[in-house]
């Protein structure tokens, strides 16, 4: 992908152990917030034979990353325009085999991006939620990871795992935690508190805690109307988190050495799931 001399893409992964946690609709919401701060965001819809980013914000994608592998489009022509400016990359429904990407996908995937000339600040990849070979892959190939998880201890064990594989497997040590759905900030506090303790604890790394997002029945409101939170409920408790989490995300300075999207772009030919 083209970018402008000396600019950074900051690219990070949304991840989760578990499905149903809200990882996709914080996703969306996060990519809005950094928009409102005027920074160029896209989002990839990682979920590769799962589209969801699409169904959540309501969008008409014609084509989608089937098409793309396929040779059928390049990935100027897929990508669609959300609410409030941001760029989505839409992926496919129903495609098994797009669950666990080849050699070839790979490249064929990297050389869009090397051919993209469209400007952005920000790449946010929502991925699958487990641990599967395609979310370790797109983890490994990002700049940084954020892994969502909440109060359930189903949530807290899968988040475990997921952070225990891309330490072990991949030697990735730097996490941030978001935690949703809780009743408040100390709650949202404690699963950190416990995460965090068994991360340092069995695999001898520290955790980086960007917030959290309380149980708010504007949530479910929104997604049923298939519209951003932060559009149809601006002030609703849960938005005002995104917004603060959207914040924090913005004013952190990241010196990865994955910080460029060239290295993206390395990462993901050479990751090794």
């Known amino acids: 992908m083209e970018i402008t001399e000396g600019k950074t893409v900051r690219t990070i992964a949304v991840a989760s152990g578990k499905g149903g946690v809200g990882k996709t609709n914080i996703t969306a919401n996060l990519a809005i917030g950094l928009s409102r701060m005027n920074k160029k965001v896209m989002i990839f819809d990682a979920d590769l034979g799962l589209s969801n980013i699409d169904v959540i914000l309501n969008l008409a994608s014609k084509y989608n990353i089937k098409h793309l592998f396929s040779g059928e489009k390049n990935l100027k022509d897929l990508i669609v325009e959300g609410p409030e400016g941001i760029q989505v990359l839409p992926a496919s429904s ?17 050389e869009e991006f090397e051919s993209y000339n469209g400007d952005i600040d920000y790449l946010l990849i929502d991925t699958s939620s487990g641990i599967s070979s395609n979310v370790a892959f797109f983890c490994m190939a990002a700049q940084e990871i954020i892994v969502v998880t909440s109060a359930e201890p189903t949530a807290m064990t899968d988040a475990y795992a997921l952070i225990k594989v891309l330490f072990t497997k991949y030697q990735e040590k730097d996490f941030k935690v978001l935690v949703n759905s809780v009743k408040n900030e100390k709650e949202g506090t404690e699963v950190f508190r416990r995460l965090s303790t ?75 799931c």
């Open 94 to 110: 129903g495609i098994q085999e797009l669950t666990e990407l080849d050699e070839f996908q790979r490249l064929r995937l990297i």
């Open 198 to 272: 068994a991360a340092e604890q069995f695999l001898s790394i520290s955790l980086d805690y960007i917030g959290f997002i309380p149980l708010d029945s504007s949530v479910p409101k929104a997604v049923r109307q298939q519209r951003a939170l932060l559009d149809v409920y601006p002030e609703c408790e849960a938005s005002s988190s995104i917004l603060r989490i959207s914040d924090r995300i913005n004013s952190i300075e990241n010196n990865n050495i994955k910080g460029t999207l060239q290295f993206f772009l390395g990462g993901l030919l050479k990751a090794k």
